[in-house]
């Protein structure tokens, strides 16, 4: 498909909302999906030194 100009790309022939927010719920899930696990694993990671910390205490 072609089209004539950025602006009739964007548009995508009056369905641009529709596409374009599709888009963007998929990269919006794909980041939810990557971050969510980081953070936990950072989270977990900090409680295990911490009490790592407070066990090794005399």
Known sequence: ???ASFG???AMGRHGLYVWS???CCLAALAWNLAVPLLTRRRLLA???RRARRNSQP
């Open 8 to 10: 009739d790309f964007l």
């Open 22 to 24: 599709a888009y963007g």
């Open 47 to 49: 409680s295990e030194a």
């Open 1 to 3: 498909m072609s089209f």
